[in-house]
């Protein structure tokens, strides 16, 4: 597995050293030019890249809103509703509990984020922070191996001190296939939060360097 990705390494570095060798002739000369345009096309692939997440981030801020209007099913207690595009916020941390057939993921938006890479606590009002399982299911590719399957839950904490007062500021969410569990599942969320993570303002993930 080693040799492959060692013999990428040199053709890449082999691909660099050419490259500069080319900038360095003093006239314009065909390599030099082919070189150039592949930037150029590099820097225009990367433009379009951006353009179409700038795109996509403004998608979403549209359709976050019309959740907001109360399209999405709300969890009980605490009304809260799955966001729109967590999907594709950022890492905190992979979590691991054994007797639990799953692999799970922490994920945090950019308050969230900010938060956790400056120390800052309490979490700030408008912190959301997602936990996402999937199902362990054995690789078909390698034995031995456990990869992600179909998801069991997604839920969320959302940080609103006001709203939220009686629960260290947290509200909280669980669903499954995109709707709400039931009551008495979310009378236990902030016990047992409140019990072991009361000195992280409870929560339990630290963020994974
Ligand atoms: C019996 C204890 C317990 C209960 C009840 C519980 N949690 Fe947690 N929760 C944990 C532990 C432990 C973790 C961290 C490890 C993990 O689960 O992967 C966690 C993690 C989380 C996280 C990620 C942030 C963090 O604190 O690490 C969210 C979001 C979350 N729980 C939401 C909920 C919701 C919503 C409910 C109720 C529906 C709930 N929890 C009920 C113990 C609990």
């Known amino acids: 597995m080693s040799r492959p990705q060692g013999e990428k390494t040199r053709r890449r570095f082999g691909g660099t050293t050419s490259a500069r060798s080319a900038m360095g002739g003093e006239c314009e000369s065909p390599s030099r030019r082919a070189w150039t345009e592949s930037i150029s096309s590099m820097k225009l692939t990367?433009?379009?890249l951006f353009m179409a997440a700038m795109m996509s981030s403004a998608f979403a801020t549209i359709s976050l809103a019309s959740d907001d209007a109360g399209t999405e099913v709300a969890s009980p207690i605490y009304g809260i509703t799955i966001p729109k595009g967590y999907r594709h916020w950022e890492l905190v941390a992979p979590s691991h509990v054994p007797g639990f057939d799953e692999l799970r993921a922490i994920l945090g938006n950019e308050?969230?984020?900010k938060a956790y890479r400056d120390g800052?606590?309490?979490?700030p009002d408008g912190t959301?922070?997602?936990k996402l399982s999937w199902k362990h299911?054995?690789?078909t590719e390698f034995n031995g191996v456990f990869s992600p399957g179909p998801a069991t839950s997604v839920q969320f904490m959302v940080k609103d001190p006001k709203k939220?007062?009686?629960?260290?500021g947290w509200g909280f969410g669980k669903f499954i296939d995109g709707k709400p569990t039931g009551e008495e599942e979310h009378k236990a969320c902030f016990a047992c939060h409140e019990?072991?993570?009361h000195g992280h303002d409870f929560v339990f993930t630290h963020f994974a360097p």
């Open 128 to 130: 959301v922070i997602a």
């Open 111 to 113: 308050l969230a984020i």
């Open 195 to 197: 019990a072991h993570a």
């Open 46 to 48: 990367r433009l379009a």
């Open 164 to 168: 939220y007062a009686s629960t260290g």
């Open 137 to 139: 299911v054995p690789s």
């Open 120 to 123: 800052t606590l309490p979490f």
